[in-house]
């Protein structure tokens, strides 16, 4: 295949292609081993489609970065993006006028500068986090899937969930069902999309997906009216939803665009912050002189009295603290293969042709384990990271690693992640000591390192630990605080 031009890679069988290899659990570490076999550029054929895995960062850079102008599309997908998302979900948006002003919305309302109007926010949504651990230590995965959601619901609408939890469990079939739709192979039209063509009567999907369409947009649309409601009564509500409706003239989206905007903006960012505050409590487990160091931290520059909890106004004085999160962050990158960029023109790099509607695929989780890049990748060591955070600040959270993208699709969400997953996770690790339950044999049983959900994200499978507050001080702190 080098000969022919095209990036080398193995051979598909007809039709499938390579889909059969595969696997549904942690394809990274699969595709990783591909690079190793074939080179850094791997081409792969799937269900007739291009795709192209990138394994090495300066690859990655050259095409998603400086070649941006042609490597910033998304493929079309038939069920999730034309019929369930009528074309306008950002995350499958093509490239194009809609994705600037939907990017701009955003950017608008999550850029760095704006983001710092949310610390109190985070800072109680944290609170509320321990609160609820110590109130119930057996579930820390809701509680946490919880700050998640709650935390992001009241940047986006200015509003908590209500009491009987239904916009909660609305929200959260929404996003579950748009990741099944969302899979490559979720839905068969995406594999052959000639099926579209076929009537309604002989496509009852399509009629599925309309009807998901409309009760989406149903509910987004509702709570964008509701927050339009209480600033024309005058009620002060400094959210997502009220900046894009005083901006939404000026960049040129109508009320379907917000109503979208403000979804997606739920929809990307829930899962993947509660992934990254996962990993933490995982990787503590194994690696418990990480943790015992940012709270010797925490002691000195806060007291062992658990009177102060860590706040962003204490971030300058914490770089053990900071660099412990984007170790975090580089270990086990929650979304490890990013999402799909799809070239527009033909290109030729490195001698390879890489023809127009290529899916190229930068494969994060092994640029964040080449021992070039990182020595001794698969140790867990924050120290790698303190050289650079002398001057710690919050944007310093986000440099370093490449968890959150390249190029113009680059996640817009990234500065209010980084902070949403450093307050949960330094506050955790202030509140609590981090323990693995003991086998009969008094050994602790830890969670395997290798295990993920299936899918194209990483969250943990599920395991368990064991969080004790650090004293009687940080519990009063806590109830008091919450
Ligand atoms: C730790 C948490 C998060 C991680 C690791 C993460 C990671 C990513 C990655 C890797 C992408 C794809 C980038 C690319 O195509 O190159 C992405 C896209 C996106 N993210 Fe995030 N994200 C997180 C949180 C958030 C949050 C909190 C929001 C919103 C407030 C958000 C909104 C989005 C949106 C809307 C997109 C699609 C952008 C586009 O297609 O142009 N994400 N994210």
């Not at 999550?110 to 926010?121: E, R």
């Not at 509701?226 to 005058?234: C, L, P, S, Y």
């Not at 968890?403 to 202030?430: E, H, M, N, T």
Request: proline share 7%.
């Amino acid at each position: 295949r080098v000969e022919s031009g095209l990036a080398p890679g193995p051979i598909g069988i007809p039709l499938l292609g390579n889909a059969w290899r595969l696997p549904a659990e942690r394809s990274w570490i699969y595709l990783h081993s591909l690079c190793e076999q074939y080179g850094p550029i791997v081409g792969l054929r799937v269900f007739g489609n291009n795709m192209l895995v990138l394994d090495k960062l300066e690859d990655v850079q050259e095409l998603l970065v400086k070649r941006s102008q042609n490597y910033s599309s998304r493929k079309p997908m038939v069920y999730a993006g034309k019929y369930r998302s009528s074309n306008e979900r950002i995350v499958m948006l093509p490239y194009g006028p809609m994705l600037k002003k939907q990017r701009a919305a955003m950017h608008q309302m999550l850029n760095p500068k704006v983001v710092g109007a949310y610390d109190d926010l985070l800072e109680d949504a944290a609170m509320k986090l321990l609160s609820a651990i110590v109130a119930d230590p057996s579930k820390p995965y809701i509680s946490l899937k919880r700050f998640t959601s709650e935390t992001l619901f009241t940047l986006i609408y200015g509003t908590q969930f209500g009491e009987n939890n239904e916009d909660l469990r609305t929200i959260l079939h929404i996003i579950e069902t748009m990741i099944q739709d969302m899979h490559p192979f979720g839905h068969v039209v995406d594999m052959l999309p000639i099926l579209d063509r076929l009537p309604d009567v002989l496509a009852p999907w399509r009629v599925e997906a309309r009807r998901k369409n409309i009760s989406d947009f149903q509910f987004y649309s509702r709570l964008l009216r509701d927050v339009k409601q209480k600033m024309d009564a005058n009620t002060h509500v400094e959210c997502f939803a009220a900046r894009l409706w005083d901006s939404a003239k000026y960049i040129g989206i109508d009320e379907r665009t917000m109503a979208y905007v403000a979804g997606s903006a739920f929809e990307g960012g829930t899962d993947n912050t509660a992934g990254v505050v996962l990993w933490f409590l995982v990787l503590a487990l194994h690696f418990p002189a990480a943790v015992k160091k940012a709270q010797a931290e925490l002691n000195e520059v806060l007291g062992s009295d658990g009177r102060t909890p860590p706040s962003f106004a204490h971030i300058g004085q914490l770089p053990n603290c900071v660099a412990l999160v984007k170790e975090v962050f580089r270990w086990m990158p929650t979304a490890p293969l990013s999402f799909p960029h799809f070239s527009m023109k033909d290109d030729v790099y490195k001698g390879i042709k890489i023809s127009a509607g290529t899916n190229v695929i930068p494969n994060i989780w092994a640029i964040h384990h080449d021992e070039e890049l990182y020595p001794e990748p698969f140790e867990f060591k924050p120290e790698r990271f303190l050289a650079s955070t002398e001057d710690v600040r919050t944007d310093s959270l986000n440099e370093g690693h490449y968890a959150f993208g390249f190029g113009r699709r680059i996640c817009p969400g990234q500065y209010f992640a980084s902070k949403s997953a450093w307050i949960a996770i330094v506050r955790l690790a202030w509140a609590f000591n981090i323990d693995s339950p003991l086998g009969v044999n008094g050994n602790p049983i830890l969670p395997d390192l290798g295990a993920c959900r299936a899918g194209l994200t990483a969250e943990p499978k599920p395991f368990d630990v064991i969080l004790t507050p650090r004293s009687a001080g940080h519990v009063q702190a806590i109830v008091q605080g919450s």
